[in-house]
């Protein structure tokens, strides 16, 4: 079926926004063009395609991107007290000047204008190619944007175990900045990254992740969008996990008037292991969408969907997930969970959980909840001198605490907890 015109207008405009990258060796051309191709033909998203029937794309598609006020006041930077090597984007754009040099043991970086310049370059296996596999069932038009277009973001190759974690700092400056960032890594078998990333990018963000994790590699993976609430952002994360691999995603939303995170796993090799999670607390014109798929395509893998989201004052919370087990993926072990806790009765929670599978030696579940504070627990809190307030915000952090529980590393849980609870004070 043809998309509708307005759909295909909406792409079109999207892709004159940008300039079409120049100098690249042929095979990155290739992988551009096929994207290119892929988003002109199906459109951009539209409200009544089914994976966006919850959340208007608007603000992610309309040409020029909309103006998103800067904080007036510096927060302290998330996982400053860590030793990081830093990798620092101003308004999208890579800052040599304010990141760490790329000298890394066990990792090899390269920024990716130079990756995608080269006639022959690992990046070329992975660039584009687990973002044009996530296209299948569902579709994800402005991550064929990003491929089509994006020149921000880096090649990263570990191929031991990385010295320190990597931190993509995100910094604004222009109330109106637009950026595509597409990061491309791969962890070579045996390796292990951790990846942190944090701040809001620019006033719309649009970023790609693509990460292929090798035979008994691991890949921990902690992201914090917050501070400008003006902003809009759509990031997507393609993983593609080998035998034995390991893969833990983690995201916090503290700010934001649309965040829509989409999530492609597909585990080809067997025993590997992929848990995708995320926490978020909206107030007011929030609205916060959630969209993963993952796929058992091997044996004897588990994975792990752990949603939580605290909504007030009219904010909206969105969770799609799906668990596709394929035939042959005998042993399977997948569980999912989304929560909310409504803390008025205005706010939304809108849910789609999804299981499909095709194999009979398997163990999968999906659950979804949502609800008010428990009463009894405030009254026992409050029976003790507790203002209610404060019972309130204890209450909320232990409801969240299943979600940053999936963070492995319990130095960086503690100060997600820390963060979360100093805003929950900052918006009494």
Not at 212 to 227: K, L, S
């Amino acid at each position: 079926m043809a998309a509708p015109v307005l759909k295909l207008d909406a792409a079109g405009a999207l892709l004159a926004a940008w300039p079409a990258p120049a100098g690249e060796a042929a095979w990155a051309r290739a992988a551009r063009g096929r994207a290119e191709a892929w988003l002109r033909e199906r459109g951009a998203p539209g409200r009544r395609d089914e994976y966006w029937k919850y959340t208007d794309p608007t603000s992610l598609t309309v040409e020029p991107a909309p103006q998103a006020a800067l904080l007036a006041v510096e927060d302290v930077p998330v996982f400053q007290s860590r030793d990081t090597h830093r990798l620092v984007f101003v308004d999208g754009v890579y800052s040599p000047e304010a990141s760490t040099p790329l000298e890394i043991a066990g990792v090899e970086i390269t920024p990716l204008r130079t990756a995608l310049g080269a006639d022959i370059h690992w990046t070329r296996e992975v660039f584009g190619q687990l973002e044009a596999a996530g296209q299948v069932p569902v579709e994800r038009p402005l991550a064929a944007l990003n491929t089509a277009r994006a020149v921000e973001g880096f090649a990263i190759r570990v191929t031991g175990q990385a010295s320190r974690p990597i931190h993509f700092v995100y910094r604004r400056k222009d109330a109106g900045a637009e950026a595509l960032v597409h990061n491309v890594i791969r962890l070579d078998a045996g390796a292990d990254l951790t990846l942190l990333e944090s701040a809001a990018g620019a006033a719309r963000l649009n970023a790609v992740l693509e990460v292929e994790i090798g035979d008994g590699a691991a890949f921990h993976h902690v992201r914090t969008q917050g501070r400008d609430h003006e902003r809009c952002a759509v990031t997507g994360l393609f993983a593609r996990l080998g035998t034995e691999s390991r893969l833990k995603s983690f995201t916090l939303t503290v700010n934001g008037r649309l965040t829509r995170n989409e999530a492609f796993v597909e585990m080809r090799g067997d025993n590997a292991s992929a848990h995708v999670a995320g926490a978020c607390v909206g107030d007011g014109d929030f609205h916060h969408d959630d969209t993963v798929f993952i796929t058992h395509a091997a044996v004897g893998c588990e994975s792990r969907q752990v949603f939580k989201k605290v909504l007030r004052h009219g904010a909206v919370g969105v969770f799609q997930g799906k668990i596709l087990v394929k035939p042959g993926a005998q042993q399977t072990d997948g569980y999912q969970i989304s929560q909310s806790l409504l803390l008025d009765e205005t706010s939304q929670f809108l849910v789609k959980p999804e299981l499909e599978i095709y194999a009979d030696d398997v163990k999968c579940s999906h659950g979804s909840t949502s609800g008010a504070v428990d009463e009894t627990s405030l009254f026992y809190l409050t029976s003790r001198g507790i203002p209610r307030k404060t019972a309130e915000e204890l209450l909320v952090l232990a409801f969240l605490d299943e979600a940053i529980a999936e963070v492995e590393d319990a130095g960086l849980a503690d100060e997600l907890r820390e963060r979360l609870a100093a805003w929950l004070a900052r918006r009494r």
